[in-house]
């Protein structure tokens, strides 16, 4: 739904799903409409796509988005990781974030016109929760919720059009995967809220999906590949799903169907339109319905926790 200016005030976004027992409220919200909406809209655009040759086609938006992680990745080179006795969770994130959360606003402005200036205090909520929490120091499928929900903000605001879509997938979602891969083992942040061995992945779920749809109408990778390295290491640039493997090999060792059972399980299924829709199933089940994520998850006029008309399927 297109955003009137005129009439729209925008707010700082706050938590509402403070009980499980609103998590009913939640999947029937117009913000979960959606995300979901968004979620698939993505992952249309990305069918059939590389990364490599479809990201020629930016738009000023896209550009500018790339241009604002870039500049939050050279922070990271700014601010060193610090000496100090445990391992995980190195406290030098804690000035980056504090960093960000400072300047958000500020770097969100270039992206806004005129009559949306008052946005930014509303969207910088949502950018600033897409990179870890500081306290914790980690990072999970939440805070990569949010940075979706920012993706979502642009687009309601009609920033973001559906013809920046393939660029969103192939330019400004790999640029958020080099700034939190870099946050991850800089910092050696946590996986938040990680089911170990029974989880697709410690950080990360959207590239999968939007990474599988780009898979879809190629010959050259079958899903039963995937798990080999030389594979994943070969299409990694072209490839968002092959990027994730080929980074999972670069932080795991052992064997692969033991540290990424369920990826493994995955490379068993006959084509990648079947894995793309089992993932975004899988989604909406481990991710989007589970109360320790939703709680973090803040509402604003943009993502509102009203009910929605429509199903969000």
Same mark, same amino acid.
């Given at each position: 739904?297109?955003?009137a200016a005129e009439d729209v005030q925008? *707010?700082?976004?706050?938590?509402?799903?403070?009980?499980?027992?609103?998590?009913?409220?939640?999947?029937?919200?117009?913000?979960?409409?959606?995300? %979901?909406?968004? !979620?698939?809209?993505?992952? @249309?655009?990305?069918?059939?796509?590389?990364?490599?040759?479809?990201?020629?086609?930016?738009?000023? /938006?896209?550009?500018?988005?790339?241009?604002?992680?870039?500049?939050?990745?050279?922070?990271?080179?700014?601010?060193?990781?610090?000496?100090?006795?445990?391992?995980?969770?190195?406290?030098?994130?804690?000035?980056? &974030?504090?960093?960000?959360?400072?300047?958000?606003?500020?770097?969100? @402005?270039?992206?806004?016109?005129?009559? #949306?200036?008052?946005?930014?205090?509303?969207?910088? !909520?949502?950018?600033?929760?897409?990179?870890?929490?500081?306290?914790?120091?980690? &990072?999970? /499928?939440?805070?990569?919720?949010?940075?979706?929900?920012?993706?979502?903000?642009?687009?309601?605001?009609?920033?973001?059009?559906?013809?920046?879509?393939?660029?969103?997938?192939?330019? %400004?979602? =790999?640029? $958020?995967?080099? *700034?939190?891969?870099?946050?991850?083992? /800089? &910092?050696?942040?946590? =996986?938040?809220?990680?089911?170990?061995?029974?989880?697709?992945?410690?950080?990360?779920?959207?590239? $999968?999906?939007?990474?599988?749809?780009?898979?879809?109408?190629?010959?050259?990778?079958?899903?039963?590949?995937? =798990?080999?390295?030389?594979?994943?290491?070969?299409?990694? !640039?072209? #490839?968002?799903?092959?990027?994730?493997?080929?980074?999972? $090999?670069?932080?795991?060792?052992?064997?692969?169907?033991?540290?990424?059972s369920i990826l493994y399980s995955i490379?068993?299924?006959?084509t990648w339109t079947k894995i793309n829709?089992?993932? *975004?199933?899988? &989604?909406?089940?481990?991710?989007? /319905?589970?109360?320790?994520?939703?709680?973090?998850?803040?509402?604003?006029?943009?993502?509102?926790?009203?009910?929605?008309?429509?199903?969000?399927?």
């Open positions: 739904r297109r955003m925008f *707010v700082v976004p706050r938590r509402e799903v403070t009980d499980a027992s609103l998590m009913e409220a939640w999947t029937a919200s117009q913000a979960h409409s959606d995300i %979901v909406g968004l !979620v698939k809209a993505f992952s @249309d655009a990305a069918k059939g796509k590389t990364c490599k040759k479809d990201a020629e086609s930016t738009s000023k /938006t896209t550009d500018l988005l790339v241009d604002l992680l870039s500049t939050i990745d050279k922070w990271i080179d700014e601010i060193p990781p610090i000496d100090q006795p445990q391992r995980f969770g190195n406290k030098a994130f804690r000035s980056w &974030y504090d960093r960000l959360e400072k300047n958000a606003v500020v770097l969100i @402005d270039s992206l806004l016109p005129d009559k #949306y200036k008052d946005a930014s205090k509303e969207t910088a !909520v949502y950018l600033s929760g897409g990179f870890g929490n500081a306290t914790r120091i980690d &990072y999970g /499928t939440g805070h990569e919720l949010s940075f979706a929900a920012f993706l979502c903000c642009l687009c309601k605001l009609r920033i973001l059009r559906e013809e920046d879509f393939v660029s969103i997938v192939c330019t %400004v979602v =790999p640029k $958020y995967l080099d *700034v939190v891969r870099r946050l991850q083992s /800089t &910092y050696n942040m946590e =996986p938040a809220g990680s089911q170990g061995v029974w989880g697709l992945d410690d950080f990360q779920f959207l590239p $999968y999906i939007w990474g599988s749809a780009q898979l879809i109408g190629q010959a050259k990778i079958e899903p039963k590949s995937f =798990p080999d390295p030389t594979v994943a290491h070969i299409h990694a !640039v072209d #490839y968002m799903f092959m990027g994730c493997i080929d980074f999972i $090999y670069k932080m795991k060792t052992g064997p692969f169907s033991e540290h990424s490379s068993s299924l006959a829709q089992g993932l *975004v199933k899988m &989604y909406k089940g481990e991710v989007l /319905t589970k109360f320790p994520i939703i709680q973090h998850f803040p509402f604003g006029t943009l993502l509102s926790f009203d009910r929605t008309d429509r199903k969000s399927g």
